[in-house]
């Protein structure tokens, strides 16, 4: 009778319970941005992955005498598949990480994991639906990388510390390089496709008693917060595998 009689009241009334329902609308709307959220991301990874598969980087050109214009000249060297982390370590002495998608979906044992960031590690065990990665926050990693300017090659590894950082090694003194020059992987390792990005020197100084530098090396990849993944399969490798195997055996 209050409400219904007292024009002060029922506007009270109305406005209050506008306010608790606009709050009510409000979590929920953000709640459900969230979830949608996590499926956008998922999207996205997977479509990432897919255009990926249709970088020229991805494909290795068989034949630079024939021009075809179905791109027939070009066989895909490198496949990807997105998978999602879902644990993951930083500041142990040995890192992993393990992502949600395994044998089932073709990962197996020694494959490349990057992210849009840069490179993530090297898968190592495999199970059915599910497998771990060797993170390069591991004193066990060491990758072929390059210098992106001059085509230096070297070995990124991690000794320990910072989640941060690594250190390039084998780069003679007599290599022109600077604070911020980019460094990327080489594809010598036959896992990771030339020009995935590693990081940018931070410093660098003279190794005393040999000719080669100390390069400290800033990750591009944030690894504590590594949420998508892409496994790379290169197609070629157990072709070149055995290629090797049989002129080191000569």
């Known amino acids: ?112 994991v990057v992210c849009s960031q840069g490179i993530v590690g090297i898968v190592n065990e495999v199970s059915e639906n599910f497998a771990t990665v060797i993170s390069m926050l591991h004193p066990k990693m060491k990758i072929s990388a390059k210098i992106k300017k001059n085509d230096y090659v070297g070995t990124i590894v991690w000794e320990g510390g910072s989640a941060e950082r690594g250190s390039l090694k084998d780069i003679p003194t007599h290599v022109k390089i600077k604070a911020g020059d980019t460094v990327i992987t080489s594809g010598y390792s036959l896992m990771f496709p030339e020009g995935a990005m590693i990081g940018t020197i931070k410093d660098f100084r003279v190794n005393k008693g040999n000719d080669f530098y100390i390069v400290d090396v800033d990750f591009s990849t944030d690894f504590n917060n590594v949420s998508w993944v892409y496994v790379v399969q290169n197609m070629m490798k157990d072709e070149l595998d055995n290629l090797e195997g049989a002129a080191k055996n000569e």
Do not use: C, H, P
């Not at 009510?24 to 979830?35: A, E, F, N």
């Not at 999602?84 to 044992?109: A, D, F, R």
């Open 1 to 112: 009778m209050l409400v219904s009689n007292s024009y002060y009241q029922r506007s009270v009334i109305v406005n209050s319970a506008n306010g608790f329902t606009g709050r009510v609308y409000s979590w929920y709307s953000g709640i459900t941005q969230y979830l949608s959220l996590k499926e956008s991301n998922r999207y996205l990874a997977e479509e990432n992955a897919r255009l990926l598969n249709f970088q020229k980087s991805s494909f290795i050109k068989t034949d630079n005498k024939v021009f075809v214009k179905n791109d027939t000249l070009y066989r895909q060297q490198y496949e990807y598949v997105t998978a999602k982390v879902i644990n993951n370590s930083t500041n142990q002495i040995n890192n992993y990480l393990t992502i949600n998608k395994g044998s089932k979906l073709g990962i197996k044992k020694g494959m490349a």
